[in-house]
């Protein structure tokens, strides 16, 4: 006879407990253990049965193996494609991320009009929104292929029903953590619900060749809700992010078993859906007023993609006993790192001076490869010195002062260059340093100290 088995799932990490719990002991999260009912399977055997039951496969040796991955098919959207690594793989599964309202829909949507476009039977799949929501969405879209068919649905049997029935190529589900299975008694969006609706629907991409896209929530602090498993699960791990307040979305790969992780794909959104900019430099730099002193621009790499961006210093006197030191888009540890290399080597005082530093445009970036700039944007505003606005800066700044080198430089000279960009502060490295770039004057330094005096 069945009988159902009551467990505690932490909903933060997925740990499961037989009582219930104030504290996860996992993940040290308060409140987040909830009840979750299962309905036992009958006989023993099953129960012991994995969740993904692929086809049994034999062993064989690897000199036999194909190391075909499947072609990337394209999208005909080249900042998604790049993101992707080319397009998407047949029987791959894409997990989109991102709060609430910056675009997930509208991204799937044109997706799906692009693919249907391109010939192939596309199913999407909501749970979030009536038909008539969709439907008002597409006209803003413009959408009016009948190759993509519109569903709403929760249950995860009668989608996959529906795949099975209408065998499309791609399909998307809107999202994950409102679709629920009638095998299991606890609420949508629970732990065990979301990793048995994606494990489901994974399963069967995997083996019918079909493409998924998973649209999934976010938590409060910005990572993807459910467990951390359904980020094992997929191939592809996209996050969609923005800075509120701007118009520009940005879709950044964490994970891509097909591709480079960390590749960027940037979008607008505007009236009429999400718009792809595909000279994001020149975006970021559109507002630039120009020689003011604590403007500077650097060069960041996102994923393989050289991208230029506007660092802005304010320096002023403070009034307070501990001055300010205000981070935005950089990490403020690293700011604090650069103004006491800046105190120890140029031998300037900032310890009364509140210091601002802002990536303009609002995006985030980890790189070190703008420490250089950072520095002399600092430095720029604390003397009130402008700094010409045609220059770039490259480069690692060290505990000592010294430039470090940075990767794939020749890749940012060439973008430097063509957005019309005359001279460029690089590390000083033997191997770097021989690199010609037409109309790009090359000043290479070796320390912060020697980069001030060329410039000032
Ligand atoms: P949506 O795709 O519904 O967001 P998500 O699925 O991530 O919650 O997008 C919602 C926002 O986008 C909404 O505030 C309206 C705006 N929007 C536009 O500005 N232009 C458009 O063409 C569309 C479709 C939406
Ligand atoms: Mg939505």
Not at 68 to 93: C, K, T
Not at 140 to 161: A, G, M, Y
Request: proline share 4%; net charge negative.
């Amino acid at each position: 006879m069945s009988k159902s088995k009551t467990v505690y799932t932490c909903q933060n990490c997925g740990a499961q407990s037989p009582k219930w719990m104030g504290k996860c002991p996992d993940c040290n999260q308060w409140n987040s253990y909830v009840e979750e009912t299962y309905a036992a399977p009958s006989s023993g055997n099953a129960a012991r049965a994995p969740l993904i039951d692929l086809n049994p496969t034999q062993p064989q040796p690897i000199t036999e193996i194909s190391a075909e991955l499947g072609e990337h098919i394209s999208i005909n959207m080249p900042e998604l494609d790049r993101v992707l690594g080319g397009g998407y793989v047949p029987g791959s599964a894409i997990l989109i991320g991102g709060d609430p309202g910056i675009g997930k829909s509208t991204l799937i949507l044109q997706t799906l009009k692009n693919l249907a476009q391109l010939n192939k039977k596309v199913l999407y799949a909501s749970g979030e929104e009536s038909a008539a929501q969709i439907k008002t969405r597409a006209e803003r879209l413009d959408v009016h292929e009948k190759s993509l068919l519109v569903v709403t649905e929760n249950c995860l049997e009668r989608i996959l029903e529906m795949i099975r029935k209408h065998k499309p190529d791609v399909i998307a589900i809107d999202s994950v953590q409102t679709i629920y299975s009638q095998n299991l008694a606890s609420a949508p969006g629970t732990v065990s619900q979301v990793r048995e609706c994606a494990g489901q629907i994974i399963t069967t991409a995997k083996s019918t060749g079909m493409a998924c896209l998973l649209v999934g929530h976010v938590t409060k602090d910005g990572s993807l809700a459910g467990p951390k498993v359904l980020e094992h699960m997929v191939d592809c791990v996209l996050y969609f992010e923005s800075d509120q307040g701007h118009t520009f979305r940005i879709l950044r790969s964490i994970k891509n078993r097909f591709g480079a992780a960390n590749e960027i794909g940037v979008f607008e959104m505007t009236g009429e859906g999400l718009k792809e900019v595909s000279n994001p430099s020149q975006l970021f730099l559109s507002e630039r007023s120009q020689n003011t002193a604590g403007s500077v621009v650097v060069s960041s790499l996102e994923g393989t993609r050289p991208l230029l961006l506007e660092i802005q210093a304010l320096v002023t006197h403070s009034g307070l006993g501990t001055p300010r030191r205000t981070a935005i888009g950089v990490d403020n540890g690293r700011v604090a790192l650069l103004v006491a290399v800046l105190e120890k080597v140029v031998g300037i005082s900032l310890s009364d001076q509140d210091i601002f530093v802002n990536v303009a445009g609002g995006l985030k970036v980890t790189e070190p490869a703008l420490d250089l700039g950072i520095s002399m944007a600092i430095y720029s505003s604390f003397r009130n010195l402008p700094i010409d606005h045609k220059t770039v800066f490259i480069g690692e700044v060290g505990l000592t002062g010294e430039v470090r080198a940075v990767n794939l430089l020749d890749l940012r000279l060439k973008e430097a260059a063509k957005l019309g960009f005359a001279h460029c502060f690089t590390p000083q490295n033997k191997s770097q340093t021989k690199n010609n770039i037409e109309g790009l004057e090359l000043h290479p330094v070796k320390t912060i100290e020697e980069c001030l005096h060329q410039l000032f």
